[in-house]
């Protein structure tokens, strides 16, 4: 009750400072992450696109990485009194005490692109991609293309603590299970950037003989890929060829580096989270229509095999 009265006082006092929404306007807010890759930046550009189209008031909150901005977007979207939350959240844990707050004045919130771990009556619903299984086809496709000799893998992980990070890891690894010649021998963050991952793998190539003893890149997404494909070109050697790329994600960058034959194999990862979001909140917000817990998208696996330069082309319409 005194949580209710504070929320009530809080909102009052944030539709004198930002005004409120019109009527019939739905007003939703949106924590974002930050804009550590393309893919991000692309996500941010068709959730604001998508909400324009639905006529949605978007309050955006660029969280640079950080959990505790996060937590304060989703406190003050609370007390601005909005009608829905829209959370990419940065890490797993430590969503539940603002999730309670969120719930108890009863705003919905829908997490974007990855999952939390927290009981699951605190959010409507999760539109994420099956993580596990995007590293799963990253491993799968290494396993089949990198034929029977003994391959030293380096993998760029994603940022510590988030669910691609963690799920990704876990699937490529259930995916080289079996087969002994494959090893990760050295495994690091690169914090889902380009920068990072450049400046990883160079420290990767340095500890593995200048490269010579590494057989494969696995970046969790595909700006750590193109970082370490730069890495990997000024050692000296042919990314593609002497050292095989996966990543994920399918961002128009990683389409010219597979046609320039340094990257060989990318899983898709829509930047369109938003749409399927802001059609299960309709159905909610307007018949109470409670959608399941976890809305899946699409995980594609591209190769040279796919026409890299037309998918390219493709991608660039779509929020990139
Ligand atoms: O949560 C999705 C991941 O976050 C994307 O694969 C990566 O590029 C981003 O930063």
Redesign the pocket.
């Known amino acids: 009750m005194k949580l209710k009265n504070a929320l009530l006082s809080a909102t009052v006092l944030a539709a004198c400072m930002f005004g409120s929404a019109s009527a019939g306007e739905l007003v939703v807010g949106f924590s974002q ?1 930050g804009s ?2 393309g ?2 930046a692309a996500e941010t550009t068709v959730t604001k696109q998508e909400a324009e189209k639905r006529g949605v008031d978007l309050k955006f909150s660029d969280a640079q990485q950080k959990q505790e901005n996060q937590i304060k977007a989703l406190r003050s979207f609370v007390a601005q009194g909005v009608n829905a939350i829209f959370l ?1 959240p940065v890490v797993e844990t430590g969503w539940d005490d603002v999730l309670k707050e969120a719930k108890e004045a009863e705003i919905p919130v829908i997490l974007l ?2 999952t939390i771990k927290a009981p699951d009556d605190l959010y409507l619903t999760a539109v994420t991609s099956d993580q596990v299984h995007e590293g799963k086809v990253a491993g799968e496709w290494l396993v089949k293309n990198a034929g029977d000799k003994k391959c030293n893998i380096v993998e760029l992980q ?1 940022t510590t603590g ?1 669910s ?1 990070a963690i799920a990704r890891k876990k699937g490529f690894e259930e995916a080289l299970a079996g087969h002994d010649n494959f090893k990760i021998v050295r495994s690091q963050t690169g914090d ?1 950037t380009r920068a990072k991952g450049k400046e990883v793998m160079e420290s990767f190539l340095k500890a593995e003989n200048g490269g010579k003893d590494i057989c494969a890149l696995y970046a ?4 750590m890929a193109v970082g370490g494909i730069q890495a990997i070109k000024e050692a000296g050697l042919k990314p593609g060829k002497d050292i095989l790329v996966v990543s ?2 399918a961002v128009p960058d990683i389409f010219q580096a597979m046609a320039a034959g340094e990257a060989n194999a990318t899983v898709e ?1 829509t930047p369109n989270m938003a749409g399927p979001a802001f059609d299960v909140l309709d159905a909610y917000l307007k018949d109470k229509k409670e959608p399941p817990k976890w809305i899946q998208t699409e995980s594609k696996l591209y190769t040279p095999a796919d026409d890299p330069m037309k998918v390219y082309e493709a991608k660039k319409g779509l929020g990139y």
């Open positions: 992450i550590e890759s893919w991000r990419a692109d990855r994603g988030s691609p889902f969790h997404n595909d700006d994920i994600d990862l």
